[in-house]
């Protein structure tokens, strides 16, 4: 998986349950609260605004956090598949993974990285 700031960097599926975690944490802060406000609610007497703040204090932080579990399995199985399916690939038609090249070549011939600057006489 991807990472947020660069795009090379996998995600590992740890960083992105704790991040599950987290919204849980918020989530279940929401439902404390709406809970509070359903105990101030029956202390008032109103016994019908009570219920629903408890239901939807519960049901709705549920359904988000439910939601973004879902997803969050979807993208790690995406990407699992996705990563498998290029190794069958590579099995398949028998290609080689392309040897990467060295950053810094130390041969008298070794080709210039197009970011290095100006090539300057006394380099060439």
């Known amino acids: 998986m991807r990472g947020l700031w660069d795009n090379e960097q996998p995600v590992s599926p740890s960083l992105l349950r704790s991040a599950l975690a987290l919204a849980g944490g918020f989530l279940m802060l929401t439902t404390i ?21 408890f239901a939807f204090g519960i049901a709705v932080p549920f359904a988000i956090w439910l939601g973004l579990r879902i997803m969050a399995d979807m993208l790690v199985m995406m990407h699992r598949s996705h990563d498998s399916l290029d190794g069958i690939e590579d099995a398949l038609t028998s290609r080689a993974a392309p040897t990467p090249r060295p950053v810094h070549a130390n041969a008298p011939g070794a080709e210039r990285a197009g970011d290095d600057g100006p090539a300057y006489p006394a380099e060439e």
């Open 33 to 53: 609260v709406m809970l509070v406000l359903a105990g101030g609610a029956v202390l008032a007497g109103h016994y019908v605004v009570a219920g629903l703040q």
